[in-house]
């Protein structure tokens, strides 16, 4: 039989506690619909929360692979441009060299022909000294082949150097078209770069590719992973929403019945009067 005090109201007490609870719950909705979270810490769900955090560093170390692709392709875009415009420019070097092979120039006209045949040559070591991207040149003689990180387990990808087109260079600078004989000599070493630049060509090409696949894979790895993360933290909106409303008329009811309970003791003054 419950005993009727005015120190232990016992009737309060439940509905504080189930209102206390009720404003906690309130409070978890509240912070999953400004956040957008079901699990904002460990305090929520520790085991989901610890998984979310191994793949929130998955999506960190993605990022910094992106940074990565994204310097090598900008090494191999400017090498690439580099090595295209010096394939260009070799046609012109060709028609010189062509050109002073002719028996019937005269030596003024072998002259003229040897100045722009140096010009030539020094404009292809002009693309190849300023085709570099951040510290990297993949066309000078003392290039290196570039290891680029592709993936967050360490796999790399390399990008090869072409060091062979600035070899073939001065080789090549190092010929004379002064002459019918000298230039007919040019023209061995000029065939023997345009083979070089074409092959370099061909390499540049392959490695651009590989990047460029490799950036979009790594792209798609890393809005999977993004997709994962939201299964297993995000809130669903809607159904807070709805929680929400339900969690506020509980809270209403809640303190009308404290307030109720809070006074049950006046009755017992009737017994006095």
Do not use: C, H, W
């Not at 002259?111 to 085709?131: K, M, P, R, W, Y």
């Amino acid at each position: 039989m419950p005993v009727n005090s005015i120190n232990t109201n016992v009737s309060a007490l439940i509905a504080l506690q189930q209102l206390n609870r009720t404003n906690t719950e309130l409070d978890e909705v509240q912070g999953r619909i400004s956040t957008g979270l079901r699990v904002t810490g460990p305090v929520d769900d520790a085991s989901s929360f610890s998984i979310a955090q191994g793949i929130r560093a998955d999506l960190k170390a993605y990022e910094a692979i992106s940074q990565g692709i994204a310097n090598a392709k900008g090494v191999t875009s400017i090498a690439l441009s580099a090595a295209t415009s010096i394939s260009d420019l070799l046609g012109d070097i060709r028609r010189k060299i062509t050109e002073g092979m002719n028996a019937a120039n005269t030596s003024g006209q072998q002259s003229i022909l040897q100045a722009d045949f140096e010009n030539l040559i020094g404009q292809v070591n002009t693309f190849i000294s300023n085709a570099e991207f951040n510290g990297r040149n993949l066309l000078s003689a003392a290039s290196t082949n570039v290891g680029v990180i592709s993936n967050i387990d360490g796999t790399t990808l390399t990008i090869r150097n072409q060091s062979v087109i600035q070899t073939s260079s001065v080789a090549l600078g190092t010929q004379s078209i002064s002459s019918t004989a000298t230039a007919t000599t040019a023209l061995t070493f000029i065939q023997l770069m345009e083979q070089t630049v074409a092959e370099a060509l061909g390499r540049l090409g392959a490695d651009t590719r590989s990047i460029n696949f490799q950036d979009e894979f790594v792209s798609v790895l890393s809005d999977a992973t993004t997709t994962g993360l939201g299964t297993i933290v995000d809130a669903d909106l809607a159904k807070e929403s709805a929680r929400l409303q339900a969690v506020q008329v509980k809270q209403q009811l809640g303190t009308q019945t404290l307030n109720i309970a809070n006074q049950r003791p006046n009755i017992l003054l009737q017994l006095f009067q």
